[in-house]
């Protein structure tokens, strides 16, 4: 199974900030990275797609690298909207799986 | 635009089976890449259960061993998960969410979630 590591589980930040999210999967998953976000009782939404794509209606804000293993959900500048759990989830393999989320909440 | 929506029963007996539904509406089925479940235990994380493809393969979070069992029926435009031999711990929020195209490797739309409670 492909494991996907996700850092750090919470964060505090405030708007305005730069926020930086990571995930590290156990082996190569070539760009079958996505991010998800999800506010408290509701469904998650997609934000990132295959690593770097952002999907429509999300704000430019929010963005993705990958490095290797290694991938990266930016948020350029914390809105108060932002405020949410963060996940991503690898789809390399058709045994998917997810990180374990990351909080951010208010400083 | 692609809808899907959650039904089944809020509460089950430990012992027994679980079993939702999600129906899909302004979309067939049979066009779907990939269909999944996934779940939520209250205050955790995101938990993958398995997923049904367009061709008829099924993949099964090995956690959960051969208690899931996810199918489609195209007469109602609907797939299903059944969950054997539940316990306290299967308690969780269920969504159902969808891989549409097959040039795609992600899940939207999302439905948006069933509670389902195991308990006597």
């Known amino acids: 199974d492909i494991q996907v590591t996700q850092s750090p589980s919470s964060l505090s930040a405030s708007v305005g900030d730069r926020v930086t999210i990571t995930c590290r999967a156990s082996?190569?998953?070539?760009?079958?990275l996505n991010w998800y976000q999800q506010k408290s009782g509701t469904a998650p939404k997609l934000l990132i797609f295959?690593?770097?794509g952002l999907q429509s209606g999300v704000p430019s804000r929010f963005s993705g690298s990958e490095s290797g293993t290694n991938f990266t959900l930016t948020i350029s500048s914390l809105q108060p909207e932002d405020f949410a759990t963060y996940y991503c989830?690898?789809?390399?393999?058709?045994?998917?799986?997810f990180g374990g989320g990351t909080k951010v909440d208010i400083k | 635009q692609v809808q899907l929506q959650e039904s089944g029963p809020g509460q089950v007996k430990p012992s027994e089976t679980l079993s939702l539904n999600c129906a899909v509406s302004?979309?067939?089925?049979?066009?779907?890449?990939?269909w999944g479940w996934i779940r939520q235990s209250p205050g955790k994380g995101l938990e993958w259960l398995g997923s049904?493809?367009?061709?008829?393969?099924?993949y099964y979070n090995p956690s959960l061993k051969s208690r899931v069992t996810i199918s489609v029926d195209t007469s109602r435009n609907q797939f299903s998960l059944k969950l054997t031999s539940v316990t306290a711990a299967d308690t969780s929020i269920y969504f159902c969410?969808?891989?549409?195209?097959?040039?795609?490797?992600?899940?939207?739309?999302w439905g948006q979630g069933i509670l389902v409670t195991v308990s006597s």
């Open positions: 082996q190569i998953i070539s760009s079958r």
């Open positions: 969410a969808a891989c549409i195209r097959s040039q795609d490797f992600w899940f939207d739309p």
């Open positions: 302004g979309y067939s089925i049979n066009n779907g890449y990939y």
């Open positions: 295959a690593a770097s």
């Open positions: 989830q690898q789809t390399f393999s058709p045994f998917l799986s």
């Open positions: 049904i493809y367009h061709s008829g393969n099924t």
